[in-house]
């Protein structure tokens, strides 16, 4: 099955910043939302935020204006910026499209960020 393919991840010293992408095998058309997830060690997959089609934005209580969602329709690319990293954040993210309530893709691999001194 179509995977997206997430990437940008690895470890990073607590306060450190992180750029991940979500590269589409397809075109992204412009009605679908962008979202991404994360899996702790040991935990539930829980919801990152999302970006939808019309630029409104909702981001998990976690992310405290630390992350950002943005995605370039050109590119087939959707993109996770995280700032302020803490070692709470150490998961592996994963990202995925949504349109017509339907994902447009299986789950893929993800990325692993750890976050240590």
């Known amino acids: 099955q179509v995977q997206p393919v997430e990437s940008g991840g690895g470890l990073v010293q607590p306060g450190g910043s992180l750029r991940l992408s979500c590269a589409a095998s397809?075109?992204?058309?412009?009605?679908?939302?962008t979202y991404w997830y994360r899996q702790a060690p040991g935990k539930q997959r829980e919801l990152v935020g999302y970006?939808?089609?019309?630029?409104?934005?909702y981001y998990a209580d976690f992310t405290e204006g630390r992350f950002t969602i943005s995605r370039d329709n050109a590119k087939n690319t959707a993109y996770l910026q995280m700032n302020n990293l803490s070692p709470d954040d150490t998961a592996v993210y994963y990202c995925?499209?949504?349109?017509?309530?339907?994902?447009?893709?299986?789950w893929g691999q993800g990325t692993q960020v750890t976050v240590s001194s």
């Open positions: 970006l939808r089609d019309s630029g409104n934005t």
């Open positions: 397809g075109s992204i058309d412009s009605v679908s939302h």
């Open positions: 995925n499209f949504l349109s017509n309530r339907q994902w447009l893709y299986s």
